[in-house]
């Protein structure tokens, strides 16, 4: 018995949020008395997937088929199932972005397991097992009992913290059956790069709203975000009105993020915009209007004008 999680690569490259994914299910198996086993498919170097073994991973599965190299939905659904039974699983671990939406919900329906998603803390199991989650556009917190006997859970990302260890997995590979029409349905996902790194990894992230005032201001954004070495974000307004390009709107209707630091320059802070950014670990918010409702979500706030604050703040950085 183990619990198994399925890892996501960008060419052949773990993702950040599947090695914190790995040791989210790493910890679910500690508590349970158990080891976590990790699914790799495609083409993935071995020293790739033996790094995982630092992640807590102490198996790695892996299925080095080329057409899995892309997501096709129904596929991975037979690989995670394939491997959970064969496990005998307890817990299946995805992750909760565009893939783990499109195979999760698949494969809780062949395994017959209750499934939770956005899962953002490791399971209190003193009494079941309760997984907490945000409702409400991240107004409120639910904490959901998950009473089925095998149990999946979607992770999100940024959400567990990410602890490099020591440790090393068996690397051992899996045997599954397809049928042609697994590859009907593909499943694409784009990383965009916002800068030098994409903003669904970062951890830091420095995001300017409508009181940037326009695209030509945006230098000031850039210039503190290469800094700080973070990527950069919007609201809604700006990407609609082109300032940016949508892939950096985050809120209710765009990405979430849950970076370390989350900088919001010029933005109100609507309840849209806060459904996106509300799991980051420190806010600071720059408003010239000390009403803002962003301040209310902040850890720190300055209150002044973007165009004054934010090359100072970039001078400041610099000097570290
Ligand atoms: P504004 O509300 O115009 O705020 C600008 C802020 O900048 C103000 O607080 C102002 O005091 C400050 N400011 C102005 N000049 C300066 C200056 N020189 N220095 C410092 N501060 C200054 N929004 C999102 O962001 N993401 C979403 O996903 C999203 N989804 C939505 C979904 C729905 C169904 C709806 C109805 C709305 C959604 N919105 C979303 C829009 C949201 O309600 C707000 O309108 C939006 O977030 C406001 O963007 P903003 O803060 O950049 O602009």
Request: a neutral charge.
């Amino acid at each position: 018995m183990s619990v198994i999680v399925l890892v996501e690569h960008t060419e052949g490259t773990i993702k950040k949020k599947s090695l914190e994914a790995v040791q989210y299910a790493a910890d679910i198996a500690k508590k349970l008395g158990t080891t976590a086993t990790a699914i790799v498919a495609g083409n993935v170097a071995e020293s790739e997937m033996q790094n995982l073994g630092n992640y807590g991973a102490a198996k790695v599965l892996y299925i080095g088929d080329n057409r899995l190299n892309q997501l096709h939905a129904r596929a991975f659904t037979r690989i995670l199932v394939t491997a959970a039974r064969q496990e005998g699983s307890p817990v299946i671990v995805a992750l909760h972005d565009v893939n783990g939406r499109a195979i999760a919900p698949r494969v809780a329906v062949q395994l017959k397991a209750g499934l939770v998603s956005g899962a953002l803390s490791s399971p209190d199991m003193s009494d079941g097992f309760v997984v907490k989650k945000s409702a409400f556009s991240g107004k409120a917190f639910a904490f959901v009992n998950v009473t089925s006997q095998v149990k999946v859970v979607m992770l999100a990302p940024n959400s567990f913290p990410l602890v490099k260890g020591e440790g090393s997995a068996v690397i051992e590979n899996l045997t599954v059956a397809f049928d042609e029409k697994d590859f009907g349905v593909t499943v694409q996902s784009v990383d965009q790069i916002t800068g030098e790194i994409p903003l669904s990894d970062a951890e830091l992230v420095v995001s300017g709203g409508r009181g940037m005032k326009g695209p030509e201001n945006w230098g000031l954004i850039e210039g503190l975000a290469k800094e700080l070495g973070a990527a950069t974000a919007c609201s809604r307004p700006v990407a609609d009105a082109h300032w940016r390009p949508h892939h950096e709107h985050v809120g209710q209707t765009g990405g979430t993020v849950r970076p370390n630091l989350y900088i919001a320059a010029g933005i109100s802070g609507a309840i849209q915009h806060l459904a996106g950014v509300s799991g980051s670990k420190t806010i600071v918010v720059i408003n010239k209007d000390p009403e803002a409702p962003f301040f209310k979500a902040a850890n720190y706030g300055v209150v002044g004008d973007v165009m004054e604050v934010l090359p100072r703040l970039t001078e400041a950085v610099k000097k570290f």
